[in-house]
């Protein structure tokens, strides 16, 4: 009687959770990954099973693991922090040794049933980590010098195995999405403004070390018109394509850009563009409009989490896919150097889409569990525990 007792109160506890996901925002992810499916399909020039068929089994696989994620209590995600930041860096080692070689960069793992990106997979661990370690501080402590010193281990062991791969872009991600977890957690901002100037010097210093190509991508920023055929062929067939959109663009399918080839890793990189050209002005904003939704959402759901390490997490996810968005979006209109940055739930790419849905799975988790109420040491209280699954 007792096991059948328990096995209703677990049943029930689940439909509950169930019934406590946020609704509104599973329907704007869903509207995103459907933009992103039509345009796949658009850019294959109708071909459903080259890329959009592709797309939408590693979406339904992400959003079958976002749904399981958010279920799980949140003071299990807790325990697991530093053991999912630990296997990413073992992997970035790992990619260091055994790694694929992929468009002249290193960032592939071949782990023979699945070919993975393992600095995705560290964008979530760093987020998990920093959560939990400011989680168990005072406010005091934070605010000690000596306590920065795990954290800028945490961010900086991952920067520097990225950027040997070498992927700039993922660097900037994991760094800035670290320094706000830092910011938020409450460090002092005299720490930030050192921090500025020390980046500022490190980048100066540290130009003449990056790649040629990078370089290139940087002096093409600086003068887009200084070789339109070459290194700056990318970012001036991209400015063409978001003008020749117009306001409510060519029409589905229609684009010249991107079906006449002219515009470069359109499944990927540049499929915002291709979008704002079949879909014009208007097309563009409505994808920025639900992105600012999804975003707000984050932010008020790390709002209303009553453990700090429920909303650290719920920051550190929203900001990451913040940048995710910020970053593509100014890339390929031509306000930031090219760093490859895909657009979030859009883009073609199995590592970044299950990256994202994990994230969304543990922001979803935040709000399910925003009444859970953590010990520093991560335990629950026994009046707030109930059935945990």
Same mark, same amino acid.
Request: with cysteine; aromatic share 10%.
């Given at each position: 009687?007792?096991?059948?007792?328990?096995?209703?109160?677990?049943?029930?506890?689940?439909?509950?959770?169930?019934?406590?996901?946020?609704?509104?925002?599973?329907?704007?992810?869903?509207?995103?990954?459907?933009?992103?499916?039509?345009?796949?399909?658009?850019?294959?020039?109708?071909?459903?099973?080259?890329?959009?068929?592709?797309? +939408?089994?590693?979406? $339904? &696989?992400?959003? #079958?693991?976002?749904?399981?994620? *958010?279920? @799980?209590?949140? /003071?299990?995600?807790?325990?697991?922090?530093?053991?999912?930041?630990?296997?990413?860096?073992?992997?970035?080692?790992?990619?260091?040794?055994?790694?694929?070689?992929?468009?002249?960069?290193?960032?592939?793992?071949?782990?023979?049933?699945?070919?993975?990106?393992?600095?995705?997979?560290?964008?979530?661990?760093?987020?998990?980590?920093?959560?939990?370690?400011?989680?168990?501080?005072?406010?005091?402590?934070?605010?000690?010098?000596?306590?920065?010193?795990?954290?800028?281990?945490?961010?900086?062991?991952?920067?520097?195995?990225?950027?040997?791969?070498?992927?700039?872009?993922? +660097?900037?991600?994991? $760094? &800035?999405?670290? #320094?706000?977890?830092?910011?938020? *957690?409450? @460090?002092?901002? /005299?720490?930030?403004?050192?921090?500025?100037?020390?980046?500022?010097?490190?980048?100066?210093?540290?130009?003449?070390?990056?790649?040629?190509?990078?370089?290139?991508?940087?002096?093409?920023?600086?003068?887009?018109?200084?070789?339109?055929?070459?290194?700056?062929?990318?970012?001036?067939?991209?400015?063409?394509?978001?003008?020749?959109?117009?306001?409510?663009?060519?029409?589905?399918?229609?684009?010249?850009?991107?079906?006449?080839?002219?515009?470069?890793?359109?499944?990927?990189?540049?499929?915002?563009?291709?979008?704002?050209?079949?879909?014009?002005?208007?097309?563009?904003?409505?994808?920025?409009?639900?992105?600012?939704?999804?975003?707000?959402?984050?932010?008020?759901?790390?709002?209303?989490?009553?453990?700090?390490?429920?909303?650290?997490?719920?920051?550190?996810?929203?900001?990451?896919?913040?940048?995710?968005?910020?970053?593509?979006?100014?890339?390929?209109?031509?306000?930031?150097?090219?760093?490859?940055?895909?657009?979030?739930?859009?883009?073609?790419?199995?590592?970044?889409?299950?990256?994202?849905?994990?994230?969304?799975?543990?922001?979803?988790?935040?709000?399910?569990?925003?009444?859970?109420?953590?010990?520093?040491?991560?335990?629950?209280?026994?009046?707030?525990?109930?059935?945990?699954?």
């Amino acid at each position: 009687m007792a096991d059948a007792r328990a096995a209703r109160d677990r049943y029930r506890l689940l439909v509950s959770k169930l019934m406590d996901l946020h609704g509104s925002m599973l329907i704007v992810l869903l509207c995103i990954a459907g933009i992103g499916f039509a345009m796949l399909y658009s850019v294959s020039s109708g071909d459903f099973g080259k890329l959009a068929g592709r797309q +939408m089994v590693v979406f $339904a &696989a992400g959003f #079958a693991c976002m749904v399981a994620i *958010a279920l @799980v209590h949140i /003071k299990w995600w807790w325990k697991l922090s530093y053991a999912v930041y630990g296997v990413g860096l073992l992997m970035l080692i790992a990619v260091e040794i055994i790694g694929d070689i992929g468009g002249g960069a290193q960032r592939w793992l071949d782990l023979g049933f699945v070919r993975l990106q393992p600095s995705e997979i560290m964008k979530i661990g760093l987020v998990m980590a920093l959560a939990r370690y400011y989680h168990g501080l005072t406010l005091e402590e934070v605010r000690k010098m000596k306590s920065l010193i795990t954290p800028a281990l945490l961010i900086g062991m991952p920067s520097v195995l990225v950027v040997l791969q070498p992927d700039l872009g993922t +660097m900037i991600l994991i $760094a &800035a999405a670290g #320094a706000t977890l830092l910011f938020v *957690a409450g @460090v002092p901002r /005299k720490v930030f403004f050192v921090g500025a100037v020390l980046a500022v010097a490190a980048a100066v210093g540290g130009f003449y070390q990056l790649h040629d190509y990078q370089r290139d991508r940087v002096f093409t920023f600086l003068d887009p018109d200084s070789d339109p055929l070459g290194t700056g062929y990318h970012i001036q067939q991209s400015k063409i394509a978001l003008g020749s959109g117009g306001v409510s663009g060519k029409g589905f399918m229609q684009g010249t850009q991107s079906h006449l080839d002219f515009l470069p890793e359109k499944q990927t990189d540049f499929i915002f563009t291709a979008l704002a050209e079949e879909f014009g002005f208007v097309g563009g904003v409505t994808l920025v409009t639900l992105y600012a939704v999804l975003i707000g959402y984050g932010f008020l759901i790390a709002l209303s989490a009553r453990n700090h390490f429920a909303r650290l997490m719920a920051v550190g996810v929203t900001t990451t896919f913040f940048l995710y968005a910020f970053i593509n979006i100014a890339m390929v209109m031509g306000l930031i150097p090219v760093v490859g940055v895909p657009l979030p739930l859009v883009s073609y790419g199995g590592s970044a889409m299950m990256t994202l849905l994990i994230g969304m799975g543990l922001l979803m988790n935040v709000y399910v569990h925003r009444n859970v109420v953590l010990s520093r040491q991560g335990t629950t209280p026994l009046a707030r525990q109930g059935t945990v699954l």
